[in-house]
């Protein structure tokens, strides 16, 4: 059984940063960040080979996100900063076989609100 | 930036064959994948690589691609298919994931 366990919800003030973390083994994989805000589709934020010390952000959040990896622990991160209203939505990481283009195995999702 | 095109509802009765399809320039050269998420659940891996299951997924669910479109096809659907679909691709021209904008599958 595959397990990815994210940190809880957080509620922030716009114009802040806020700091997610998945825990899982990074040991030849890469873990993804998708968002979904409320009601809306899939969206990818970035990933992470650990192993590789590679990082893949989109255009979208490019200059805005920062992903990391502490492989002694087996977590990943991904920060978010500039928060405004719309970047509410949940938050999931998501395990990669790396080369594989798919995502396997995801985290519970973190619900991120961003809110005055 | 890569897109991929899905309709944004299908309807099927119990019983019958679901089929949800899923378009992009030159999707025949990408390897595509198809999730299941259902309300308030994290989307779920259901085929790989254009037509594998992963273990654990009925043999009901299958996928195909044809020149430019993939097609995720649910044979004998049950009420608990109910869910939004989602393909997605490797976009190796700009380095990104890309997601379909899913379809939301309804067991009448």
């Known amino acids: 059984q595959v397990h990815l366990v994210q940190s809880g919800a957080e509620v922030k003030k716009p114009g802040s940063s806020v700091k997610v973390s998945c825990k899982t083994s990074v040991r030849s994989y890469a873990v993804n960040w998708v968002r979904q805000a409320p009601g809306q589709g899939l969206e990818w934020v970035g990933r992470i080979i650990p192993m590789m010390r590679i990082t893949d952000y989109a255009q979208n959040f490019q200059g805005r996100v920062t992903i990391t990896a502490d492989r002694s622990m087996n977590t990943v991160y991904m920060e978010l900063s500039s928060l405004v209203s719309e970047d509410t939505a949940v938050y999931y990481c998501?395990?990669?076989?790396?080369?594989?283009?798919?995502?396997?195995?995801w985290g519970q999702g973190t619900l991120i609100t961003v809110s005055s | 930036s890569y897109v991929l095109t899905q309709p944004p509802s299908v309807s099927v009765a119990p019983g019958q064959t679901a089929m949800i399809s899923c378009g992009g320039y030159n999707l025949g050269s990408k390897p595509l994948h198809w999730y299941q998420q259902k309300p308030g659940q994290a989307p779920v891996l259901v085929v790989y690589?254009?037509?594998d299951r992963p273990s654990g997924i009925p043999e009901r669910f299958s996928g195909s691609k044809s020149g430019d479109t993939a097609t995720l096809t649910i044979s004998r659907v049950e009420a608990g298919d109910e869910a939004d679909y989602y393909c997605q691709v490797w976009d190796s021209n700009s380095d990104e994931v890309v997601f379909g904008g899913g379809t939301k599958l309804t067991v009448l």
């Open positions: 998501a395990r990669e076989i790396v080369g594989a283009t798919r995502l396997e195995s």
């Open positions: 690589d254009d037509s």
